[in-house]
T-cell receptor
Framework: GENVEQHPSTLSVQEGDSAVIKCTYSDSASNYFPWYKQELGKGPQLIIDIRSNVGEKKDQRIAVTLNKTAKHFSLHITETQPEDSAVYFCAASKGTDKLIFGTGTRLQVFP | DSGVTQTPKHLITATGQRVTLRCSPRSGDLSVYWYQQSLDQGLQFLIQYYNGEERAKGNILERFSAQQFPDLHSELNLSSLELGDSALYFC?????????????FGQGTRLTVV
């Protein structure tokens, strides 16, 4: 069935460094790839997304890249700040279908 | 604030009981999704409704059921509760289901079964 693998499961970086989280999806028909940030005690919040007709998208310190051939996509956070600390989830879907989530990455940014 | 409202925020109940979780989607959103998040687990898709009709089903137990009402709010019913049903239950909504657009999540209902 559909599957999204995400790694690493935990990531610790120094403030100001970059963080990269990678995901691989199994269904080649997937065409929508959002990233969510979940802070403690809160619901997941959409931070950036990319569609299959685009290879890269950037929003300030956050960027997402998509490699359709390899079926993987990545989240890049530059100049990390302590408030970036959270659990990040990638997801994939195809058209009208539900979002299939990765298992999450706990990012810790140390001052 | 995503605009998706879930009630209650917390729920403690005993094994064997039945509970109802409620979700009010963002104004104008027609699709509602339910997800389960167990401790240190990812988000498991349970079920989707679109404009009152069931659209997709995931790993939803037979003891669980859901519906979406004419005013588009949705309820998730969990019955014969077991300890393993303790989890965070999230509702998400999106404007339309074709093509899929951004899904916005509520704050979740934390269910504890004792």
């Amino acid at each position: 069935g559909e599957n999204v693998e995400q790694h690493p499961s935990t990531l610790s970086v120094q403030e100001g460094d970059s963080a990269v989280i990678k995901c691989t999806y199994s269904d080649s028909a997937s065409n929508y790839f959002p990233w969510y940030k979940q802070e403690l005690g809160k619901g997941p919040q959409l931070i950036i997304d990319i569609r299959s007709n685009v290879g890269e998208k950037k929003d300030q310190r956050i960027a997402v890249t998509l490699n359709k051939t390899a079926k993987h996509f990545s989240l890049h956070i530059t100049e990390t700040q302590p408030e970036d600390s959270a659990v990040y989830f990638c997801a994939a879907s195809k058209g009208t279908d539900k979002l299939i989530f990765g298992t999450g990455t706990r990012l810790q940014v140390f001052p | 604030d995503s605009g998706v409202t879930q009630t209650p925020k917390h729920l403690i109940t005993a094994t064997g009981q039945r509970v109802t979780l409620r979700c009010s989607p963002r104004s104008g959103d027609l699709s509602v999704y339910w997800y389960q998040q167990s401790l240190d687990q990812g988000l498991q898709f349970l079920i989707q409704y679109y404009n009152g009709e069931e659209r997709a089903k995931g790993n939803i137990l037979e003891r669980f059921s859901a519906q979406q009402f004419p005013d588009l709010h949705s309820e998730l019913n969990l019955s014969s509760l077991e300890l393993g049903d303790s989890a965070l239950y999230f509702c998400a909504s999106s404007p339309r289901d074709r093509p899929i657009t951004e899904a916005f999540f509520g704050q979740g209902t934390r269910l504890t079964v004792v």
